[in-house]
Structures are given as structure tokens and as C-alpha cells.
């Protein structure tokens, strides 16, 4: 299956900014639309972001919107979130995956496979 690994993950101070990458390996993401979703401690999975393959659909959910930015770097083979005026409460695990790009897809937080994801706190 597709293998992806997501970092950039860490501690920020509210307000900060922090940006999360979603690398293939050794699959070109070009083909792929492909998701954020994140878990926060003791809730339950939800979408955050995602990207079509083609870079012509780009959907976020409420809480992001205005704060992420979405990108598709062709040349790295990386999906990027670049995350902004951060807020404790986007404190949580962080995870990419290969789903539909819809706003159904990151509502339903069908995110697909577990994976280990990326940590990002958010804490003052």
C-alpha cells in the first residue's frame, strides 16, 4: 500500500506557527488526493485538510480555515500543512492519508488506516 510518513510535529506557543510535511515513500503523491486528519487527547478523530491530486480542489474544515494553508510540493514528493496562529485546542496527533479529497471525507473524519502520525501541542 501507499507508505506515508508525517513529522514536523512539536511544542509551540499559542499564536505560533508550525509546519507539518507529508512525504511519500518512494510513490509519487501526484496521484493521490490526500488528507489531514488529527486526533485530540480523549476525542475522536477528525478532518482537517486535504488536497486533490491534481492541486485544483483545496477544502478546509471551520476551525482551520484562515489559519492552515494546504500545499502540494510535486518536486519533493510532500504534501504540506502549514499551520498558523496556532490554539491549544488544535493540540492533538496529526495523520496524512490517501482519501478522496471531499468536504464528506474530512466531515465523516474517514481518514482511513492508523498510522503513527505526528504530535503537534500547542501550549503556553
Known amino acids: ?7 514536523g510535529g512539536g ?4 499564536g505560533g506557527s508550525l509546519r507539518l510535511s507529508c512525504a511519500a515513500s518512494g510513490f509519487d503523491l501526484d496521484y493521490y488526493d490526500i488528507g489531514w ?14 488536497i486533490s491530486s491534481s492541486g485544483g480542489s483545496i477544502l478546509y474544515v471551520d ?14 514528493n510532500t504534501v504540506y500543512l502549514q499551520m498558523s496562529f496556532l490554539r491549544p485546542e488544535d493540540t492533538a496527533i496529526y495523520y496524512c492519508s490517501a482519501r478522496p479529497c471531499t468536504m464528506t471525507t474530512l466531515l465523516k473524519a474517514d481518514f482511513g488506516a492508523w498510522g503513527l502520525g505526528t504530535q503537534v501541542t500547542v501550549s503556553s
Open 11 to 14: 511544542l509551540v506557543q499559542p
Open 63 to 76: 476551525s482551520v480555515k484562515g489559519r492552515f494553508t494546504i500545499a502540494r510540493d510535486s518536486a519533493n
Open 37 to 50: 486528519f488529527r486526533q485530540a487527547p480523549g476525542k475522536e478523530h477528525e478532518g482537517v485538510s486535504c
Open 1 to 7: 500500500q501507499l507508505q506515508l510518513v508525517e513529522s
